[in-house]
């Protein structure tokens, strides 16, 4: 398990995921670390999802994960079958990132626990309640299919 929260990582990132790219990571924390849209997308890409078969718990709560990396974040959990657990609590999602996390989360059989509590949703691409009615929808597919807990 690896926890790095609130260090403010930005510019570091690249060295840090250098670092971890031959551990086998069974937890990784990165909250509250100023990511941002291009850190998000280093953890996706190089150790969350795609090239680290053995993490089960992944943190990116408080980070601005950004409209692309939700969807490539969901594009990932389609075909992962070890992460466990994913939070994005506080995390600013819009309402098609949130329609493609709910697909995504019904095809993978691994994910057992989402967290999306206090979901910063200000200026974050939210139309009219059209929708905020996809991603409800979306989301309540999720919970019957019995994905999320």
């Not at 996809?134 to 019957?144: E, G, T």
Request: hydrophobic letters at 45%.
């Amino acid at each position: 398990s690896l926890e790095i929260v609130h260090c403010e990582l930005g510019p570091k990132l690249p060295l840090l995921l250098k670092a971890l790219e031959n551990i086998k990571l069974r937890q990784l924390h990165l909250q509250q670390n100023e990511l941002f849209e291009e850190g998000t997308r280093q953890v996706i890409e190089a150790l969350a999802l795609q090239s680290n078969g053995t993490l089960a718990a992944l943190s990116l709560a408080h980070d601005r994960i950004g409209v692309a990396n939700v969807k490539a974040l969901a594009e990932a959990l389609r075909t992962n079958s070890a992460l466990f657990e994913l939070n994005l609590n506080h995390a600013c999602l819009s309402s098609d990132g949130i329609v493609a996390l709910a697909e995504a989360i019904v095809q993978n059989r691994s994910l057992k626990q989402l967290s999306l509590r206090r979901l910063d949703l200000t200026g974050c691409g939210w139309g009219d309640w059209g929708d905020l009615g996809k991603a409800y929808m979306a989301l309540a597919r999720v919970l019957r299919a019995g994905q999320a807990g």
